[in-house]
């Protein structure tokens, strides 16, 4: 299995910018995606984007161009950077490591964007 820990969340205004980070150990050779999901209040989890072992990245349509997925394979770690933020935002936010037999998350972290 592997172990997943998120931080970076917060309260912040409406245009603010967040960094939330996902630290992953245990059996991340068996890592095939990374991905970040948020769920708000009252709604399904849903997913926000993803890095896979090739880089290859995918964006929800609703925060291309304002968010950035990245990685760091020397800290074991991936990144979502979240600009111009929207109190739409507003959800606690997760880490997934997705692979063979393989499907981890993490606790999760609170993003509040006020407005």
């Known amino acids: 299995q592997v172990h997943l820990v998120e931080s970076g969340g917060g309260l912040v205004q409406l245009g603010a910018s967040l960094r939330l980070s996902c630290a992953a150990s245990?059996?991340?050779?068996?890592?095939?995606?990374m991905r970040w999901y948020r769920q708000a209040p009252g709604k399904q989890r849903e997913i926000v984007a993803s890095i896979t072992r090739h880089n290859n990245i995918w964006y929800r349509d609703v925060v291309e161009g304002r968010f950035t997925i990245s990685r760091d394979n020397a800290k074991n770690t991936i990144y979502l950077q979240m600009n111009s933020l929207k109190p739409e935002d507003t959800a606690v936010y997760y880490c997934n490591a997705f692979g063979t037999n393989l499907d981890s998350w993490g606790q999760g972290t609170q993003v509040t964007v006020s407005s």
């Open positions: 245990g059996r991340i050779l068996n890592i095939d995606a």
